[in-house]
C-alpha cells in the first residue's frame, strides 16, 4: 500500500529511476538467504529509526540552527555589535541594488536547495516502500507458498550469454556491420542483431560450422542508453546499468555506480566495392551515419517499449498486492465486529436472566 502512493510516476525520469531502483533492489533481496536469516538480521526489515535513536541528533541540528545562519548552503558568523556594522549598513545604502539582486539570488538558490532536499526525500521513501514490497511479497511466497512473478531475470538464466552458438536464421537477418572500440587501441569487428528486440546482440560468423553464428555480446536491451557522437556520426556511445562488469569491452564510469561504457563505430564495409572512385568515397561516410542511426534507433525504441511493460507489470503487482491487503483489513474487521456481537449479545442475555431474578425475588417479598 505504501507503494501504491507513489503510483502512477510523474516523469520519464522517475519511471527510470524507479524501475532501476526496484531491479536494484530485487536483485539485493534475492540474494538475502532464507526467512530464518532474515529473522535472525531484523535490521533488513525494520526501519533504521529502530535501531539508531534519532531525537538527541535532531536537538543537537536545532542547536546548531540556532547558533549559525545558513545563507545559500554557506554558513555566516551573526554580526556582533560595533562600528563595522554600521559600516556595512553605510554600504548597503550606497549599493541597494545588488543588495537587491543578492537577496532574489540568495531566495533562489534557497528555493533550489529546498526542492533538491524534497526530491532526494521522495526518491529515499520510493526505494524503501520497493524494498519492503519485495521483502513482504518473499515472505508470503515462503509462508503461504506460491511465486510473485516480477519483469527481472538473473544473469544465470539469460537466454543469450557469450560464446552462445545459435543459427545465423535466427540473429543474422538485416544485420550491420560495426566494430567495437576498446582499450588500448583494440578493436573487434563484429555483427550488430536487430532480430531480438529484447537484445542487444553482437556476433560473429562461425569459421568451422556452416549456418551458426556465435554471440559475442548479449546485453539485456532495457539495461542500456545509446547517444551518437558529436564529432563522428558513426560512433554510437552505449550506457549500460550492470552490477558486473557486462562485458570484457565495457569500461566504468568513474562518476556514476554499476555504469559501464561500450563505444561501437559502424563504417560501410559492406557498402564498399572493389573500386575506389571519388562518389563511392563520399558514401561511406553516409552509410556509416545512417547504420549508426538504425542502430540507436533500434536500441531507443525497444528500451522504451521493454521498460514500458516493465512498469505496467509492477503496478499490476502492487495493485494486487494493496488489493489483498484491504481484503484482509476488511475480513479482520468483520471478523472483530461479528465477535464484539456475539459478546454482547451473551452479555445482554445474562443481563436480563440476573434482572428476571432480581424481579421475581422482589415479587416474592412482596407476596409473603
Not at 238 to 248: A, C, E, N, T
Request: glycine share 6%.
Amino acid at each position: 500500500s505504501q507503494l501504491a502512493q507513489h503510483l502512477p510516476l510523474q516523469s520519464a525520469a522517475m519511471e527510470t529511476y524507479f524501475i532501476d531502483t526496484f531491479e536494484e533492489e530485487w536483485r539485493s533481496v534475492r540474494q538475502q538467504p532464507r526467512i530464518e536469516t532474515l529473522i535472525a538480521n531484523p535490521i533488513r526489515i525494520l526501519p533504521p529509526s529502530v535501531f539508531h535513536g534519532t531525537s538527541q541528533k535532531g536537538k543537537d541540528k536545532d542547536k546548531d540552527n540556532t547558533d549559525t545562519i545558513t545563507n545559500g548552503g554557506k554558513k555566516e558568523q551573526k554580526k556582533t555589535k560595533g562600528g563595522k556594522k554600521k559600516s556595512d549598513g553605510d554600504k548597503s545604502d550606497s549599493q541597494p541594488s545588488n543588495s537587491q539582486s543578492e537577496g532574489k539570488e540568495i531566495k533562489r538558490v534557497d528555493r533550489m536547495y529546498e526542492d533538491q532536499q524534497q526530491l532526494i526525500r521522495k526518491l529515499e521513501r520510493i526505494r524503501k516502500s520497493i524494498h519492503n514490497f519485495l521483502h513482504i511479497s518473499r515472505l508470503k511466497t515462503e509462508l503461504l507458498g506460491g511465486s510473485v512473478q516480477l519483469p527481472f531475470v538473473p544473469r544465470t538464466e539469460f537466454q543469450y550469454y557469450y560464446r552462445l552458438q545459435v543459427p545465423l536464421s535466427t540473429i543474422a537477418p538485416g544485420c550491420l556491420n560495426c566494430l567495437v572500440l576498446m582499450q588500448s587501441k583494440k578493436r573487434r569487428r563484429v555483427l550488430f542483431s536487430i532480430r531480438e528486440p529484447d537484445w542487444l546482440l553482437l556476433f560473429n560468423r562461425m569459421k568451422g560450422r556452416a549456418g551458426f553464428a556465435m554471440i559475442y555480446m548479449a546485453i539485456p536491451i532495457h539495461t542500456i542508453e545509446g547517444v551518437l557522437n558529436k564529432l563522428d556520426p558513426r560512433v554510437v556511445h552505449l550506457q549500460i546499468r550492470s552490477p558486473v562488469r557486462p562485458h570484457d569491452a565495457a569500461i566504468p564510469i568513474t562518476s556514476q555506480k554499476n555504469k559501464w561504457s561500450i563505444t561501437l563505430f559502424f563504417d560501410s564495409m559492406f557498402a564498399a566495392t572493389k573500386k575506389n572512385n571519388e562518389n563511392e568515397n563520399k558514401k561511406e561516410p553516409e552509410v556509416g551515419h545512417k547504420d549508426a542511426l538504425t542502430a540507436l534507433d533500434y536500441i531507443t525504441m525497444n528500451r522504451m517499449r521493454v521498460r514500458r511493460k516493465m512498469m505496467t507489470q509492477i503496478s499490476e503487482l502492487v495493485e494486487k498486492g494493496s488489493d489483498d491487503d484491504t481484503d484482509t483489513q476488511s475480513t479482520s474487521t468483520t471478523t472483530s465486529i461479528t465477535k464484539d456481537n456475539n459478546g454482547t449479545g451473551m452479555d445482554t442475555a445474562s443481563t436480563m436472566i440476573k434482572l428476571n431474578g432480581v424481579a421475581n425475588d422482589n415479587k416474592e417479598v412482596t407476596i409473603s
